[in-house]
């Protein structure tokens, strides 16, 4: 089966960020920038999947920037066999981004799409769910372990366990799918010097939101980006007793 | 306006969360009603009816809503959504696991975790783990929004809302529940409780997280993890405090032997009482910490607990 993977090109998640002193986003600007963490698991679960034999053929697809290519071309070196850049240069929030990967999703017919299940810059946990709304797909978000019965061919079912608040749920959906990753997927590999050199020959396809016949700008206007307050600098203790004594007393937390 | 508010209920009983996202509701305004859907939920319903605030409950009985599952919550959702201008969830994994599918099949984007209610379209909400915090206008006609329950005080238990049936043509074809594996504890619920004490990786491992039992009964505590801790197969998933874990603000936080990584800190910054005790003095949590003890915790835990 086709595998469809999508990956966007973040922050690093090291980074320390700093708010624009006009209070009008993240500063970005000579910032280093790397593959979201759970698109690396993605990824990784993607080329898993053809490794075992399931997935016939790994396509990796990003929205966003020129930029955003050096992403593909790690997606390609871990083990995608191409790749497919939705390019823009619009803000694009959740619905603009599974509005252009259900169009993609149209063309290339994959059987199961993963994602990650958020993205470390927006936080906002909602691509994979609406694209798999847009593509009237089940969907299995927060996954810790997914298998596919059989080669995923029409009928095969997808089972999946989930993180959810109390523990793990397991459910089964039926293919063609969405799957988006928690951490605990997988432990993602880092791409060797060959495969990168390798990467770099395979193909990638530039296409544009009005290629797809979509729009990606966002309904939701950005106001204002403001740092978080911060916290009064506390004291060192130098005892436990002490240190019972301040909650008792002085915190009077217990 | 009205504001349908999706209830958030486990094992037959309705989650505290609830009472928080009505009092986000309340803050924009408007006519407030729940939505229960699952099975046999009877009490849950009668639960959400006493919340103060809410004017109708809404149950969806059946046995196509049990366990909750996207698919059918979400057309679920979509059916009723014509009657509001605003459809709130928790930003619980179910919450979190709808709403996006509900606010694509309404054509709409969705509003993340806020954390504050500017005005009936312009909300509050934390980015990049918690280190800036963006405040965004939709101008969608619905809005369809998580909240992050700890941002928001509950309301009370004073009212006497009417209970009402919801009748639905929802089916599922999509995906079915095959089974769950739930974490057994008498202790409180991690989002909800008022002390909470986590163990790192400096715990060592996962028999040497007892070591913070004691303290957890004294106090009336959760016990969380950090994600190095839970990574390293000390304790399961569910206890994780972080970015992608359970987002907590107790009044008391007490961190042992976990370093802070800014992954961490997004999930317990807002605690209002941080303690840390770590035996390196350069760790970051210390730069958080209210009260910081530069110690081994294996001394200094034991010796906590026997103090209390």
């Known amino acids: ?254 | 306006m009205s504001v349908l508010v999706l209830a958030e209920h486990h094992d037959g009983l309705l989650a505290d969360a609830t009472a928080h996202v009505v009092a986000a509701a309340q803050a924009i305004g408007g006519d407030i009603d729940v939505l229960v859907a699952g099975q046999d939920v009877g009490a849950i319903a009668e639960a959400a009816a006493k919340l103060d605030g809410v004017g109708r409950v809404r149950v969806a009985d059946s046995a196509t809503f049990a366990h909750q599952l996207a698919e059918p919550l979400a057309d679920l959702l979509k059916a009723l959504a014509d009657d509001y201008s605003h459809v709130l969830a928790a930003a619980s994994t179910t919450g979190k696991n709808v709403l996006p599918r509900l606010a694509a099949l309404s054509d709409v984007a969705q509003i993340s975790e806020i954390i504050a209610v500017e005005s009936a379209d312009t909300f509050k909400r934390p980015i990049y783990a918690g280190n800036a915090i963006a405040t965004v206008q939709s101008e969608d006609s619905l809005k369809v929004i998580t909240v992050r329950a700890t941002a928001f005080d509950a309301v009370g238990q004073g009212g006497s809302a009417s209970v009402v049936p919801v009748e639905a043509d929802v089916s599922n074809t999509l995906s079915s529940f095959v089974g769950e594996e739930l974490a057994q504890s008498d202790r409180p619920e991690l989002g909800a409780a008022r002390v909470v004490i986590s163990g790192g990786r400096g715990m060592g491992n996962g028999e040497n997280f007892k070591l913070l039992e004691g303290i957890a009964d004294k106090l009336g505590a959760a016990i969380g993890a950090s994600r190095a801790a839970v990574d390293a197969g000390f304790v399961p998933n569910d206890m994780q405090v972080g970015q992608t874990g359970k987002i907590v603000a107790p009044e008391l936080y007490i961190a042992v032997g976990i370093s802070g990584a800014i992954q961490h800190l997004a999930g317990m910054k807002d605690s209002k009482v941080i303690v840390a005790i770590n035996k390196d003095e350069e760790a970051p949590i210390f730069q958080v910490a209210d009260y910081g003890l530069v110690a081994d915790l294996f001394e200094a835990v034991p010796e906590l607990d026997s103090k209390l």
């Not at chain 1, 396509?59 to 390609?76: C, D, F, I, S, W």
Request: with cysteine; glycine share 6%; charged share 30%.
């Open chain 1, 1 to 254: 089966m086709k595998v469809l993977v999508a990956v966007k090109r973040v922050i690093d998640y090291n980074v320390k960020i700093r708010v624009k002193p006009d209070n009008s986003d993240v500063d970005l600007t000579n910032v280093k920038m790397a593959m979201n963490p759970f698109c690396e698991i993605a990824v990784e679960e993607a080329v898993r999947l053809k490794e075992k034999g399931v997935a016939t053929e790994v396509v990796a697809v990003t929205v966003g920037p020129k930029a955003a290519q050096e992403q593909l071309r790690t997606a390609l070196a871990l083990g995608a066999d191409r790749a497919i850049h939705v390019e823009t240069d619009e803000r694009v929030e959740s619905l603009g981004a599974a509005k252009a990967l259900a169009k993609v999703v149209e063309q290339e017919r994959p059987q199961l799409v993963i994602l990650g299940k958020q993205a470390i810059d927006s936080d906002n946990n909602q691509v994979g769910q609406m694209l798999a709304a847009l593509t009237g797909m089940p969907q299995a978000t927060f996954a810790s372990e997914v298998v596919v019965d059989g080669n995923g061919s029409e009928g095969d079912k997808l089972k999946v366990t989930r993180e959810i608040d109390g523990g793990l749920q397991t459910i089964e959906l039926a293919l063609p799918a969405v799957v988006t990753t928690d951490l605990r997927l997988n432990e993602p590999r880092y791409a060797k010097l060959p495969d990168i050199m390798k990467a770099k020959k395979k193909p990638l396809d530039v296409v544009t939101p009005a290629d797809l016949g979509i729009e990606v700008a966002s309904r939701v206007k950005l106001l204002k980006v403001e740092p978080p307050a911060e916290r009064q600098g506390g004291v060192k203790v130098g005892s436990v007793d002490e240190l019972v004594d301040k909650l008792k007393n002085e915190a009077k937390v217990i």
